[in-house]
């Protein structure tokens, strides 16, 4: 199986920027595609940003696109969201993702991280 972890979320003010990492035990058939995920209270789980590991072929939310960047470090087997111009409708726990294939649906992505919570203030 595959092992993930988040780490780089934090309180951060309305307009700042955070970075969040992924990192990967090990890539697989079953990991092809890379994700991030976010959940906020009283709210279902939506999709953010996917990469694919060979090609680096990315899809982001409408809500996200032109503020948040997603790359990888195929070295590091590393995955990053870099988030800018963060608005507190951000705020959620975001969970990186692992899956066959580069789409947006939660239930499709077969290995999940720990999640990491990203709070913006106003």
């Known amino acids: 199986q595959v092992q993930l972890v988040e780490s780089g979320g934090g309180l951060v003010q309305t307009g700042g920027s955070l970075r969040l990492s992924c990192a990967a035990s090990?890539?697989?058939?079953?990991?092809?595609?890379m994700g991030w995920f976010r959940q906020a209270p009283g709210k279902e789980r939506e999709f953010v940003a996917a990469?694919?590991?060979?090609?680096?072929?990315?899809r982001y939310a409408d809500s996200v696109k032109g503020r948040f960047t997603i790359s990888r470090d195929s070295a590091k087997n590393t995955m990053y969201l870099q988030m800018n111009s963060l608005k507190t409708e951000d705020t959620a726990v975001y969970y990186c993702?692992?899956?066959?294939?580069?789409?947006?649906?939660?239930?499709?992505?077969?290995?999940w991280g720990q999640g990491t919570q990203v709070t913006v203030s106003s």
């Open positions: 993702a692992a899956g066959r294939l580069l789409i947006t649906t939660a239930a499709a992505y077969n290995y």
């Open positions: 990469i694919t590991w060979i090609a680096g072929r990315t």
């Open positions: 090990r890539r697989t058939e079953s990991s092809a595609a």
